[in-house]
């Protein structure tokens, strides 16, 4: 059976200033199976970022498409992009953003309650989550209790409360050392497993690449196989 999570066929993305007019994304094409793990690498300013933004709804491509599980993503209207970005999608970035005076617990429940879930078994679900991710001991804590990894190992348990089938995780462990590091890599690459989702991750960081299933170069605004022909 073809399981297929995400299928792309060309997507392009221009970014116009006064000064200029780039081409970021140029006609790519991605294909992405259920369950995989897909690391993006490639040049900083390559486009990784861009087309991040447009797989998980932030922002909208010129022209091409993206069928993303039952969603034909191109075609969707603010309201239902909303629900296809807050429902299909958790996002990891490199900086946590968690919420300064709210508790790990809280923040990792928000994006239950705010697709309308009430508050009791949103938090139930969140602790569940962090407890899940190794963080049971650390719920009521606010941000600036928790070191660097456990804000991100936080924040991934935010990606994950509602039950997203895809993780979008744009250069994770770009800001921490190398023990935070080894733990997000060894977190992220156990999602597909435990929470059957496929992850698609941004990255510079090469032992973070190499524990992806798959390895795609980003270059000249398509998608190449890694130490393929990047055209
Ligand atoms: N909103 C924007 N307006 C204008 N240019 C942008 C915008 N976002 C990104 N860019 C430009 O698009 C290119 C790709 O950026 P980005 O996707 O962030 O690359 P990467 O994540 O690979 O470093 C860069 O040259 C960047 O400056
Ligand atoms: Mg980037």
Redesign the pocket.
């Known amino acids: 059976m073809n399981d297929q999570l995400l299928s792309v066929r060309g997507l392009s993305k221009h970014?116009r200033?006064e000064a200029e007019d780039?081409a970021?994304l140029v006609g790519l094409d991605l294909e992405v199976a259920a369950r995989e793990s897909l690391a993006i690498m490639?040049?900083?300013?390559?486009?990784?970022?861009?087309?991040l933004s447009i797989l998980g709804g932030l922002d909208r491509a010129d022209s091409g498409e993206i069928r993303a599980g039952s969603w034909q993503v191109e075609g969707l209207g603010e309201r239902e992009l909303s629900a296809y970005r807050s429902g299909f999608v958790g996002f990891v970035f490199q900086f946590h953003y968690l919420i300064r005076d709210f508790s790990a617990v809280e923040n990792v429940a928000l994006p239950a309650m705010m697709r309308g879930e009430p508050r009791v078994p949103s938090l139930k679900k969140a602790t569940a989550i962090l407890g899940e991710l190794g963080l049971g001991d650390r719920l009521h804590h606010i941000p600036a209790k928790l070191s660097g990894g456990e804000r991100q190992r936080t924040a991934i348990a935010r990606a994950l409360i509602n039950s997203p089938q895809l993780v979008l995780a744009?250069e994770p462990t770009g800001n921490l050392d190398a023990v935070n590091g080894e733990a997000v890599r060894e977190l992220l690459f156990g999602l597909p497993r435990r929470f059957g989702t496929t992850i698609i991750v941004?990255t510079h960081d090469a032992g973070l690449a190499t524990r992806a299933d798959r390895r795609l170069l980003?270059s000249g605004g398509k998608l190449a196989a890694e130490g393929g022909d990047a055209g």
């Open positions: 970014f200033t780039l970021v490639g040049a900083s300013g390559s486009g990784k970022s861009t087309l744009d941004a980003m």
